[in-house]
Nanobody, 121 residues
Framework: QVQLVESGGGLVQSGGSLRLSCVASGFTLSNSAMSWYRQAPGKKRELIATTTGDGGSTDYLDSVKGRFTISRDNAKNTVYLQMNSLKPEDTAVYYC??????????????WGQGTQVTVSS
């Protein structure tokens, strides 16, 4: 029932831009904290951006701050990651993550299938 589907990945040259989208189904984003993670070859999966509540706050990994922007459109059940000034070291599989709260003491976590981003030199 719950599903997260990422799209927007692809091949881009260094300095270029991409916009990733994550469409959610089976729950509403208004009750969820949404995040983007990424995993590069030979590396651990890392949290790169989070937005809590209805976009009330955001947080970013230091290496992407100022270049990446997370946003959400709850009416469309969609979360975005705008990526500018891309670098080869940004190459990774990018994953959408949702933590859905049914109560302050009860939450469930869900993952998308990932979308590949490749940045060439």
């Amino acid at each position: 029932q719950v599903q997260l589907v990422e799209s927007g990945g692809g091949l881009v040259q260094s300095g270029g831009s991409l916009r990733l989208s994550c469409v959610a189904s089976g729950f509403t984003l208004s009750n969820s904290a949404m995040s983007w993670y990424r995993q590069a070859p030979g590396k651990k999966r890392e949290l790169i951006a989070t937005t809590t509540g209805d976009g009330g706050s955001t947080d970013y990994l230091d290496s992407v701050k100022g270049r990446f922007t997370i946003s959400r459109d709850n009416a469309k059940n969609t979360v975005y990651l705008q990526m500018n000034s891309l670098k080869p070291e940004d190459t990774a599989v990018y994953y959408c993550n949702a933590r859905v709260y049914r109560a302050v003491w009860a939450s469930s976590e869900y993952w998308g299938q990932g979308t590949q981003v490749t940045v060439s030199s």
